[in-house]
C-alpha cells in the first residue's frame, strides 16, 4: 500500500436540476487523518463524498491527491447500510473485491480480518444471521481486505444503538489508523471523539465552516473534557 | 392435509350436483364415473399424458432458457434492449389462439409446434421478471463494486445476476402455472397425441367422463409442477427472507 496521501478539494461545485447544492467549496484531508464533515441533511455531504469516491461528477472544481496518482483506485467505501450481499456469507462478503475484479480470493488473510474484527467464528455466517454490529464489523473486515490508502465512509455507524456503535467506532479507528479518512456523520459526539479534524457544511447553498481540530489522539474517552467542548460547540454551529 | 379436504369437498359438490339437479351426465358426468373412466382408459391416458408433459417441460425448459437469455442480453447491451423491448411488448399483443393454427402448420403435428407454443405463451413473463430484477440492483452494491474497481462482466454475473435471481424466481412461477396452457393449445389445434388430444376427441364422441378424466390428469400434473419448481427455488434462493406461503 502507497503511503495514504492527502486529498484536495478545489472550487467544488454541485448543481441538481437548476439547484446550487454548493460552489467553491475547498477542503483539505489530511494525510493518514480522520477528518469528520458535518452538516444537516440535504446539505450535499454525500454527493461530495460520491465525488471523491469518482462516483458522481461535479458541476465544476477538482479533487485531487497530494501524490499528484488519480485517486480511483485507491478508495474503500463505506456506507450508513452494511451493503453485505446476503447470498455471500461473512468471508465472501469480505472477499468480494477479488471476486469482482477476477482476482484469485485470498481466505486465508480474509480469515485473520474477520478474527480482527472478532468474528472468526462468524466466518461462513450469511448476513442475515448476523446483527447490525456483526454486520458493520464484517463491512470493516471488507475495507481492510482491499488494502486501500483513503477510506470514505458515509455515516456508517448511524443505525447502531449507542454501546455498539462507541465499540465499532474505537474498533474502526484502531484498524484504520494511518488511512486518510473521510468520515461523513450527523452524530457531533461521534465526530468530536474519533476525528483529528472536523469540518461543518450547512447554509444553502451550503458552504463550509472553519476546520476545527479536537486536541488528543482518537478513539478519546467518552468524558473526555476536550471531546465534550467541542460538541458543545459543534452543536451551536449546527443550530445556526 | 387441506388441499386433500379442500378436494374430499369438491369431490362431494359435483356428486351432489349430479345427484340432485338432474343434469345429463353427456354435460356433466358423475365423478364416479369419471373414476371408473381413469380406471378403464388408464394405459391410454397415462401415455397421452407423458405426451403433454414432455412437451411442458420441453417448453418451460427452452422457455427459460431463451427468456432468461434475452434479459441478460438487455442488461449486458443497451441498444439491444432498446431494440428487443418493443418487439417483446408487441408480440404479448398478439393472442396466443391466433398463432396456434400457423404453428402448427409451419412445425407439423407433432411435439415442435407445442413445444414452441409453450415457449410463446411463457418467454414473456420470465424475460420480463428477469430483465427488472437486473434493473433494480441496489445502488449502494454498485456503488461498492465501482470503487472495488470490478469489472462490467463481473459486476453482472456476480452481484446483479444474483440479486436479480428472487425477481425471476416470481417470473418462472408464473411460467410454470402458464406453460401447461401453451402445450394444450397447441394440442386443440392441431395433434396426434397429448391430453388435450384426447379431451378434443372425448369431446367429439361426447365422452364427457373421459374428457373429465383428462382434465383431472391435467391438473394433477399443473399442481405437481408448480410445487416442485416452488419449493427448488425455496432451497435455490437460500438468502431470501421466507414468510410462509403456498405449499
Not at chain 1, 485470498?106 to 447490525?132: C, F, I, N, Q, T
Not at chain 1, 464489523?137 to 477510506?151: F, K, S, T
Not at chain 1, 476525528?195 to 451550503?206: E, K
Amino acid at each position: 500500500m502507497s503511503p495514504p496521501p492527502a486529498l484536495n478539494v478545489q472550487n467544488l461545485a454541485l448543481h441538481y436540476g437548476g439547484e446550487k447544492i454548493f460552489e467553491n467549496l475547498n477542503l483539505e484531508i489530511r494525510a493518514g487523518e480522520l477528518t469528520a464533515l458535518l452538516g444537516p441533511s440535504g446539505v450535499g455531504k454525500t454527493s461530495l463524498l460520491k465525488i471523491i469516491a469518482g462516483l458522481e461528477a461535479p458541476f465544476a472544481g477538482t479533487v485531487t491527491a497530494s501524490d499528484d496518482l488519480p485517486i480511483t483506485g485507491r478508495v474503500a467505501y463505506m456506507a450508513q447500510q452494511d451493503l453485505l450481499l446476503p447470498w455471500l456469507s461473512a468471508i465472501g462478503n469480505v472477499m468480494l473485491g477479488a471476486t469482482l475484479r477476477g482476482e484469485p480470493p485470498e481466505p486465508g488473510r480474509a480469515m485473520h480480518l474477520l478474527d480482527r474484527v472478532d468474528l472468526g467464528d462468524r466466518a461462513d455466517a450469511l448476513p442475515a444471521a448476523l446483527s447490525g454490529g456483526m454486520k458493520q464489523r464484517v463491512a470493516i473486515a471488507r475495507i481492510l481486505y482491499e488494502q486501500r490508502p483513503i477510506v470514505l465512509m458515509d455515516e456508517p455507524f448511524s443505525a447502531l444503538d449507542a454501546i455498539t456503535r462507541t465499540r465499532i467506532q474505537d474498533l474502526a479507528v484502531e484498524l484504520l489508523a494511518g488511512c486518510t479518512i473521510l468520515l461523513i456523520t450527523h452524530d457531533p459526539l461521534e465526530a468530536c471523539r474519533i476525528s483529528h479534524h472536523l469540518a461543518v457544511l450547512s447554509g444553502a447553498p451550503a458552504e463550509l465552516g472553519a476546520p476545527l481540530t479536537v486536541p488528543g489522539p482518537p478513539p478519546r474517552a467518552l468524558d473526555d473534557f476536550s471531546v465534550l467542548q467541542t460538541q458543545a460547540q459543534l452543536l451551536r454551529m449546527l443550530a445556526k | 392435509m387441506r388441499p386433500l379436504i379442500t378436494f374430499a369437498g369438491f369431490l362431494v359438490l359435483w356428486w351432489a350436483i349430479t345427484q340432485f339437479t338432474g343434469i345429463p351426465s353427456y354435460m356433466l358426468p358423475t365423478p364416479q364415473s369419471v373414476a371408473a373412466a381413469l380406471w378403464t382408459q388408464r394405459g391410454y391416458l397415462f401415455d397421452n399424458l407423458l405426451v403433454t408433459l414432455a412437451e411442458i417441460l420441453l417448453g418451460l425448459v427452452f422457455g427459460t432458457i431463451i427468456g432468461a437469455g434475452a434479459a441478460i442480453a438487455m442488461a449486458m447491451y443497451v441498444p439491444v434492449q432498446r431494440w428487443l423491448m418493443p418487439v417483446l411488448v408487441l408480440s404479448q399483443a398478439i393472442p396466443v389462439f391466433a398463432l396456434a393454427p400457423l404453428l402448427v402448420l409451419w412445425f407439423g403435428f407433432g411435439m415442435a409446434s407445442k413445444v414452441i407454443m409453450t415457449i410463446l405463451v411463457i418467454f414473456f413473463p420470465v424475460t420480463a421478471a428477469l430483465a427488472d430484477g437486473l434493473r433494480q440492483t441496489e445502488p449502494g452494491w454498485l456503488d461498492l463494486a465501482a470503487t472495488m474497481n470490478a469489472t462490467p462482466k463481473l459486476i453482472l454475473w456476480r452481484l446483479r445476476l444474483p440479486a436479480a435471481l428472487p425477481a425471476f424466481a416470481s417470473g418462472l412461477r408464473v411460467a410454470t402455472a402458464l406453460a401447461p396452457i401453451g402445450a394444450i393449445i397447441g394440442e386443440w389445434v392441431g395433434a396426434s397425441s397429448g391430453l388435450g388430444f384426447v379431451m378434443i376427441n372425448a369431446n367429439a364422441r361426447i365422452q364427457t367422463d373421459v374428457m373429465f378424466a383428462a382434465l383431472f390428469l391435467l391438473c394433477v400434473v399443473a399442481v405437481l409442477l408448480f410445487t416442485a419448481v416452488d419449493r427448488a427455488l425455496r432451497k435455490l434462493l437460500y438468502w431470501v427472507p421466507d414468510t410462509g406461503g403456498f405449499s
